[in-house]
């Protein structure tokens, strides 16, 4: 079921009124519907049912500590790609034999922490990072476990700042080198090797390169198996795009059959990092309209929510679904929706019909994923608050900031 539906010309979340959330909270606000995040989660976990597999939420969409502990009682795992994420997936109740830990620059504490706790494994990202890995196992005592994350040098057909998979892309290590590096890990005794590790991009609408992706991996699976190194798990990170407008993404079910199409007959754990597919379209940010404003040529709707609050519509050109929360009746004119932010890229939506007064609400869809967690500080806003609803239940999950909390970490010179 769509979380934000019309009920009496009002739009809610689960049984909820927008407009009593905005009373509560006060606006800009994000909010968050627990049965979409649970369905989303349980779209991949039925699909893989029945197959070993581990399902490890990216931290990096949502990383609010009451939608960690949601995924982590479901029995979710993480993929992290910082000592933070770590941490917050702990305080929040994660199992660390859960957790994955990606990214290209990864420090020696964040290492040494991951060793510690006794992660799942290390996704590692190139031969100077296999070395360092192995040198701070030996001086911890420990032996890290390691899938190398390989680029297999497809296009993922996306927007080219989320896109990971061609060879210019500062990702992973090229499928090419990665057999011999394989054979120098497999000589380390700080390192077990466990499995491989492959993500290609981020909002693909297509299956294509996934399986173009998927060939390519599971070649070097072959030679390395026939060579003595056998890999018991694939991650195949995340990626599976969502439908912020008229885009008509794979289902969770329809992307793994064709990735178990694929695995058929083989021994290995299928491991998922999917972070936008399980809370993208489970959020909605929440803003009220400050005024009105003409110009030649423009109408412009300037509301209290910017792109420090939401960046994807700046840093993407995003176009997320905008809803007026009471719809008026009347005669639509166009809108560019702005926020506050001293940035002429400083828009949450272009070109959008409505019926508008000051102090009317919007609705911005789809902002469940890369919404808060890339939120800032610019411009001197506090962040916003996040609620989650779950029935006619409303929870604040965190509180918005206060002024005073902008300079809390600020020194003057003696
Ligand atoms: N695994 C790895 C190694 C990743 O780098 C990412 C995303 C994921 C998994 C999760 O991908 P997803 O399933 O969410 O597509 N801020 C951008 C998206 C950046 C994605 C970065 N990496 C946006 O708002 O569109």
Partial sequence: AEPFTYHNGQLHVEQVALTAIAAEFDTPCYVYSRAAIEQQWLAFDSALAGQPRLICFAVKANSNLAVLNLLARLGAGFDIVSVGELERVLAAGGNPQRIVFSGVGKREDEL????????????????????????????????????????????????????????????????????????????????????????IGSQLMDLTPFIAALTRVLLLVDRLSAAGIALRHLDFGGGLGVCYTTEHPPTPAEY?????????????????????????????????????????????????????????????????????????????????????????????????????????????????????????????????????????????????????????HELLLP
Avoid at 156 to 174: C, E, N, R, V, W
């Fill in 112 to 199: 040494r922490r991951a060793l510690e706790v006794g992660i799942r494994c290390f996704n590692v990202e190139s031969a100077a990072e296999l070395d360092q890995l192995a040198a701070v196992a030996a001086r911890c005592g420990k032996i890290a476990p390691i899938a190398l994350r390989v680029n297999p040098d497809v296009d993922a057909g996306t927007h080219p700042y989320i896109a990971t998979g061609l060879a210019q892309s500062k990702f992973g290590i090229d499928i090419a080198s990665a057999e011999q590096l394989y054979h120098h890990a497999a000589a380390l005794p700080q390192l077990s090797v466990c499995g491989i590790d492959c993500h």
């Fill in 256 to 408: 793994v059959a064709a990735l178990q199409y694929q695995l058929r007959g083989r021994d290995l754990e299928l491991m998922l990092e999917p972070g936008r597919a399980i809370v993208a379209t489970a959020g909605a940010l929440l803003t009220r309209v400050e005024l009105l404003k003409s110009t030649p040529g423009h109408h412009f709707a300037v509301v209290d929510a910017a792109m420090n609050d939401l960046l994807r519509p700046a840093l993407y050109h995003a176009v997320q679904d905008i809803l007026p929360v009471t719809p008026r009746s009347g005669q639509p004119i166009s809108y560019d929706i702005v926020g506050p932010v001293c940035e002429s890229g400083d828009f949450l939506g272009k070109h959008r019909a409505f019926v508008l007064q000051a102090g009317d609400l919007l609705a911005i869809l789809g902002s469940g994923a890369y919404g808060f967690s890339m939120s800032s500080n610019y411009n001197s806003r506090p962040r916003v608050a996040e609620v989650m609803v779950d029935g006619d239940q409303v929870h604040l999950i965190r509180r918005r900031e206060t002024i005073a909390d902008l300079f809390a």
